[in-house]
């Protein structure tokens, strides 16, 4: 599918000192700024396209596409300006367009590049200046890997039940419990660590060769992922671990979310992109009852419905996005929004691309395949769909005068 021409107006503002281009609603395109790290982007999918399909079969880090990230300047998307940074602060949005662009051709080089933001946010957000200047400068380059552990074995959607517990001792914190799913594991250089605290929750900067820290391997998901279990065993730390205030944690978990969350939305878009475009290819060429495939009425209405889908998706994310790019956590629900739709369409998007593609979409290997099982997850992680649900009407009912 030819993309789409999406040339900036000569209007476009410059950009502010944030490095923050405002969107320009009138003709609903990105603006230049956007434009080009979205091609900046594509390049990177191109040239990991070769090992792509290896990459994403991986649970350990693809040390090709590792090298790759590292020697573009892609990941200086994931902190801000004064520490290695693209810009002064993070753009959702173009944090967005990367995803998308990553997802289409490779989930391991999205999650590799997500998780260094992801991984980070709440250093750059409560760091001390210490912390910051330790360690966003080396995320900024993808010198090391990052990880947010906030998932346990008996806690998922419901954060506040988690049982890893941080109590004051002599001379500093020690903290025990056991993490689960979670990404980058035994490749990452810490883990930010959410943690239970007199009643609160607090988050933790925990290297991950501290005492006490121990890795195992999370089960084989049906879309591979780098993933792993993170135990800490009275693993003993500074006060300087606890990021910001004691019982800060949850906001800082908001505030993650508020940055990234819209970004999955992102990688959703790009898959189901990706999926319709083999479907494309597939069925404009093979003919059946004297016509190509997408000529034949169901299989043109499937194609077609999935197009305007991706088309409504991306909108609501883009959107969503740029009012993330000033108030994050305000603007939480539309990034669950955003989300929600988009994951949930990506799912259909890529089924579709399944049927109209008959026995060739369930050959084991092939790009529909892995698009297919790699959607899934996706309706899963950041948010499952059931509980973003639950957060939507909640705002919904509590703005409606
Ligand atoms: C590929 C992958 C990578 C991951 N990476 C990380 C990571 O880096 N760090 C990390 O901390 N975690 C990570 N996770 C874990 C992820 O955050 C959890 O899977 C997610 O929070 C959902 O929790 P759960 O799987 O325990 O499902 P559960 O919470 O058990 O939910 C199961 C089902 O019940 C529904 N449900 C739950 N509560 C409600 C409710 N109140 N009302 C209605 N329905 C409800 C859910 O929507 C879901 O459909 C990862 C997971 C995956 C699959």
């Known amino acids: 599918m030819?993309?789409?021409?999406?040339?900036?107006?000569?209007?476009?503002?410059?950009p502010t000192g944030s490095g923050v281009v405002p969107f320009t609603p009138g003709p609903f395109s990105l603006g230049m700024k956007y434009l080009e790290i979205q091609q900046e982007a594509r390049e990177f999918a191109r040239s990991i396209e070769p090992v792509a399909a290896a990459a994403d079969e991986m649970s350990e880090v693809h040390p090709g596409v590792l090298k790759a990230l590292r020697d573009s300047a892609?990941?200086?998307?994931?902190?801000?300006?004064?520490?290695?940074?693209?810009?002064?602060?993070?753009?959702?949005?173009?944090?967005?367009?990367?995803?998308?662009?990553?997802?289409?051709?490779?989930?391991?080089?999205?999650?590799?590049?997500?998780?260094?933001?992801?991984?980070?946010?709440?250093?750059?957000?409560?760091g001390t200046q210490a912390q910051r200047a330790h360690w966003l400068p080396r995320i900024a380059?993808?010198?090391?890997?990052?990880?947010?552990?906030?998932?346990?074995?008996?806690?998922?959607?419901?954060?506040?039940?988690?049982?890893?517990?941080?109590t004051v001792v002599d001379g500093g914190l020690r903290l025990n419990g056991t993490k689960s799913f979670i990404s980058n594991a035994g490749f990452a250089a810490y883990y930010l660590v959410f943690a239970y605290e007199d009643s609160g929750f607090t988050m933790l900067l925990v290297p991950a060769d501290a005492h006490g820290v121990s890795v195992s391997p999370s089960p084989e998901l049906?879309?591979?992922?780098?993933?792993?279990?993170?135990?800490?065993?009275?693993?003993?730390?500074?006060d300087s671990a606890r990021l910001g205030a004691r019982g800060t944690?949850?906001?800082?978990?908001?505030?993650?979310?508020?940055?990234?969350?819209?970004?999955?939305?992102?990688?959703?878009?790009g898959l189901a992109q990706a999926a319709l475009e083999e479907a494309v290819r597939h069925t404009r060429t093979r003919v059946q009852f004297g016509r190509p495939l997408a000529r034949l009425g169901p299989v043109a209405q499937m194609l077609a419905d999935s197009w305007t889908e991706i088309e409504m998706a991306r909108l609501l994310t883009y959107r969503a996005a740029y009012m993330a790019i000033d108030d994050p956590v305000a603007s939480l629900h539309h990034s669950s929004m955003a989300k929600l739709a988009a994951s949930e369409m990506a799912s259909r998007?890529?089924?579709?691309?399944?049927?109209?593609?008959?026995?060739?979409?369930?050959?084991?290997?092939?790009?529909?395949?892995?698009?297919?099982?790699?959607?899934?997850?996706?309706?899963?992680?950041?948010?499952?769909?059931?509980?973003?649900r639950l957060g939507i009407a909640r705002q919904l009912t509590e703005e409606v005068v």
């Open 2 to 14: 030819k993309q789409q021409k999406n040339t900036a107006p000569a209007d476009a503002p410059e």
């Open 74 to 126: 892609l990941t200086q998307l994931m902190v801000p300006g004064e520490f290695g940074g693209r810009f002064a602060r993070l753009d959702p949005l173009a944090i967005c367009v990367v995803r998308e662009a990553l997802m289409a051709t490779s989930s391991h080089a999205d999650s590799l590049f997500a998780l260094q933001g992801i991984g980070s946010y709440a250093i750059t957000s409560a």
């Open 141 to 166: 380059s993808a010198e090391v890997l990052a990880a947010l552990a906030l998932t346990e074995p008996e806690a998922g959607s419901d954060l506040k039940s988690i049982k890893t517990e941080v």
């Open 222 to 238: 049906i879309a591979p992922h780098v993933l792993g279990e993170v135990h800490f065993d009275n693993v003993l730390l500074p």
């Open 249 to 269: 944690g949850l906001s800082l978990v908001l505030a993650t979310l508020g940055v990234f969350r819209v970004s999955v939305a992102g990688a959703a878009v």
């Open 349 to 388: 998007v890529v089924d579709r691309c399944v049927q109209v593609m008959g026995r060739w979409g369930l050959m084991r290997g092939s790009k529909i395949e892995k698009l297919y099982r790699q959607a899934r997850p996706m309706r899963i992680y950041e948010g499952a769909s059931e509980v973003l």
